[in-house]
């Protein structure tokens, strides 16, 4: 069975401060997909960013980017300049053979 | 294009009475995917359907809870004899197919039962 780890329940930082929040998984498929997805206070489940295991090109949107180590099975999403609506739950979660698995999520508050 | 659409967004039932939650997936997506969220924890997942068939149960309790995503129409997420343990926040995502990890999550339904 797949677990998806995320060991921050709670990051705070600065306004156009950098924050990294961590995510272990662990598996035995060879092709999978890893997510991470921000729910704000408005509960909406909204992707951030995607990686296909396959790609060794780590994902970038925007100030949003992700470091993939595969074989430490480590995905790490980098926030930069924060802004305050950064401001939610953010969620790890790995996909293979159709459903999504997700992290506990860790809370990031941007702070003024 | 609509999204993912649920319904309806607030339930209250009484203990005992059944919850009906609705999907209707994007257009052009023929799976659908249940999941719960119990206050202050993440997403669990609980069952992954295609038209008629569903694919993967393992995440549903064995008891009172069931679903279904008929030939026409939404997904249905059935809750039976519901009880105080069963509020939560209930989400519905859609994607093309297996193989395409384009998910769109609904907004959620928040189940409250007093």
């Known amino acids: 069975a797949q677990t998806v780890t995320q060991s921050q329940p709670e990051m705070s930082v600065q306004e156009a401060e950098t924050v990294t929040l961590s995510c272990t998984y662990d598996?035995?498929?060879?092709?999978?997909?890893l997510f991470w997805y921000k729910q704000p206070p408005s509960r909406q489940m909204i992707l951030v960013i995607r990686?296909?295991?396959?790609?060794?090109q780590n994902a970038t949107e925007n100030r949003f980017s992700v470091n993939f180590q595969k074989a430490a099975k480590s995905f790490s999403l980098k926030i930069s300049d924060s802004q305050l609506g950064d401001t939610a739950m953010y969620f790890c979660?790995?996909?293979?053979?159709?459903?999504?698995?997700f992290g506990a999520g860790t809370q990031v508050v941007v702070t003024p | 294009n609509a999204g993912v659409m649920q319904n309806p967004r607030h339930l209250v039932r009484r203990r005992g009475q059944e919850a009906r939650l609705r999907c209707s997936p994007m257009?052009?997506?023929?799976?659908v995917y249940w999941y719960r969220q119990l206050p202050e924890e993440g997403l669990k997942f609980m069952v992954y359907?295609?038209?008629?068939?569903?694919?993967?149960e393992s995440g549903m309790p064995k008891e009172r809870f069931s679903a279904e995503f008929p030939k026409e129409g939404p997904s249905i997420l059935r809750i039976q004899q519901v009880v105080r343990g069963d509020s939560a926040a209930y989400f519905c995502?859609?994607?093309?197919?297996?193989?395409?990890?384009?998910?769109?999550f609904g907004s959620g339904t928040r189940l409250t039962v007093v």
């Open positions: 979660a790995f996909a293979s053979w159709g459903k999504l698995q």
């Open positions: 598996t035995s498929e060879s092709n999978y997909y």
């Open positions: 257009k052009g997506h023929s799976h």
């Open positions: 359907l295609q038209k008629e068939n569903i694919i993967d």
């Open positions: 990686q296909e295991a396959y790609k060794q």
């Open positions: 995502a859609s994607s093309p197919g297996q193989g395409d990890y384009g998910y769109t």
